[in-house]
């Protein structure tokens, strides 16, 4: 069945980036995007961008968009986030999920990735 | 853009029918069918309930069920079980490959 598989916590200081990966499997991986989302402790959930696995075709939220870059490697059906000049507000759980055309279905989610920022 | 508005908590007793909102505008709820809701359970990953307002997927519950009127969906989950209590989030499509959650709602099963 289909599923993504994120890679591990990280811990960073603020002014440091962060690299997370997500590694799809059970399903033709350009045939989809992958969104990805996050949740700061105790908070709701943020929608930061999506990426085409098809065409590199990416969209990123505003607030972020200065500070992140969304990638795929289709030989590896892995997309990645990278989120640059690290603050501690961006201490959350970040998730990669399944987005055929960035409308915001889901369908699939991985576990999650905890990113903490603190000096 | 601020989230969408949904209320914090919506409690109630089992086997009743609660029913969760989630208020936007023109631009958003109110133009597109592309509105999802979400279930999250305590340290676990969202799940989809419902997509496009009020289709379910398969293998879930057909107690919960979804509408929109204007700029507002609605989240009812009726006959209400212990093992509903959990946060909701709604979700909408806004053009232009960008998409918004709401608040979140806690649901407490009394």
């Known amino acids: 069945q289909a599923q993504l598989v994120q890679s591990g916590a990280e811990v960073k200081k603020p002014g440091a980036s962060v690299n997370i990966s997500c590694k799809a499997s059970?399903?033709?991986?350009?045939?989809?995007?992958i969104s990805w989302v996050r949740q700061a402790p105790g908070q709701g959930l943020e929608w930061m961008g999506w990426?085409?696995?098809?065409?590199?075709?990416?969209k990123y939220e505003e607030k972020v968009q200065d500070r992140v870059t969304m990638t795929t490697d289709t030989s590896e059906s892995t997309a990645y986030m990278e989120l640059r000049s690290l603050r501690p507000d961006d201490t959350a759980m970040y998730y990669c999920?399944?987005?055929?055309?960035?409308?915001?279905?889901?369908?699939?989610w991985g576990p999650g990735t905890l990113v903490i920022v603190s000096s | 853009q601020s989230a969408l508005t949904q209320p914090a908590s919506v409690s109630g007793s089992p086997g009743q029918s609660i029913t969760i909102s989630c208020t936007g505008t023109?631009?958003?709820?109110?133009?597109?069918?592309?509105l999802s809701w979400y279930q999250q359970h305590p340290g676990q990953a969202p799940k989809l309930i419902i997509s496009e307002v009020s289709r379910r997927p398969s293998g879930v519950s057909n107690r919960f069920s979804g509408s929109k009127s204007g700029n507002t969906a609605s989240l009812t989950i009726s006959g209400l079980q212990a093992e509903d209590e959990a946060d909701y989030y709604c979700?909408?499509?806004?053009?232009?490959?960008?998409?918004?959650f709401g608040g979140g709602t806690k649901v407490t099963v009394l």
């Open positions: 999920a399944r987005d055929k055309y960035s409308t915001g279905l889901y369908q699939i």
């Open positions: 990426i085409s696995a098809h065409n590199g075709n990416t």
């Open positions: 023109n631009n958003d709820v109110g133009s597109y069918n592309l």
């Open positions: 059970g399903y033709t991986f350009t045939s989809y995007g």
């Open positions: 979700c909408s499509y806004l053009g232009g490959s960008a998409v918004m």
